[in-house]
């Protein structure tokens, strides 16, 4: 198993549709991370968890719901998008409150039509 | 505020040439970590490097090596002879308290046969 796996690798959506990007990851880590990496644009960091307790929420639109049941999973639930969320999204986990580095997974590629 | 430039958007070199790419950080903590990640056309951000404020010592690893500078706030990723291999994105960032990570806008490398 590598170390952060997301699911789904690419995702097309309409407006109206209702979907969900799922993270998983196996190095025992406690904190996990969803950011947003648009063209053109630096990774946004959108949301925080740490021991599955949301730590911090970058001002994100609420059609982002981030949820997480345990410190493996990580779910990021979509609708109502609209097309400027079209992007990579990338979730990435670490040891909570140690100063380490933050480990990738491959992202979910999403198109909003 | 924390913030990380890197001013170079995209580089073009042949392979077998050297290539520094420039990252500059801003932050007011005199404790804070510095990192290179490498985006590859796959989507993970891979860990290059972690380095603290409080070593200023070069790294080198293979045809990678590191330079950081306090006194110009610059922490600069030389590749010695690069390869095709290199091509991908490549960026720099900046942790405070372990948790939170700033990402610099990333350079574009593209290393030509």
């Known amino acids: 198993e590598t170390g952060v796996t997301q699911t789904p690798r690419h995702l097309v959506m309409g407006m109206t549709n209702k979907k969900s990007l799922k993270c998983e990851q196996h190095l025992g880590h406690n904190a996990m991370y969803w950011y947003k990496q648009s063209a053109k644009k630096p990774l946004e960091l959108m949301f925080v968890?740490?021991?599955?307790?949301?730590?911090e929420n970058n001002s994100v639109p609420s059609r982002f719901s981030p949820e997480c049941p345990n410190s493996s999973h990580l779910f990021l639930h979509l609708h109502t998008l609209q097309p400027e969320d079209s992007a990579l999204y990338l979730c990435?986990?670490?040891?909570?409150?140690?100063?380490?580095?933050?480990?990738f997974g491959e992202g979910s590629r999403l198109t909003v039509l | 505020a924390q913030k990380v430039t890197q001013a170079q958007t995209e580089i073009s070199v042949v392979e077998k040439e050297d290539v520094t790419l420039d990252c500059v950080y801003e932050?007011?903590?005199?404790?804070?970590?510095l990192f290179w990640y490498k985006q590859p056309p796959s989507g993970e951000l891979v860990f290059l490097i972690r380095?603290?404020?409080?070593?200023?010592q070069n790294e080198i690893s293979g045809r990678y090596s590191w330079n950081f500078q306090k006194s110009t706030s610059s922490f600069n990723f030389t590749i010695t002879a690069s390869q095709v291999v290199d091509s991908a994105v490549y960026f720099c960032?900046?942790?405070?308290?372990?948790?939170?990570?700033?990402f610099g806008p990333g350079t574009r490398l593209s290393v030509l046969p």
């Open positions: 960032a900046l942790s405070f308290y372990g948790q939170n990570f700033v």
């Open positions: 968890y740490n021991f599955k307790e949301q730590t």
């Open positions: 380095r603290n404020s409080f070593d200023e």
């Open positions: 990435a986990s670490k040891e909570a409150g140690n100063t380490g580095e933050l480990f």
């Open positions: 932050t007011r903590d005199t404790t804070y970590y």
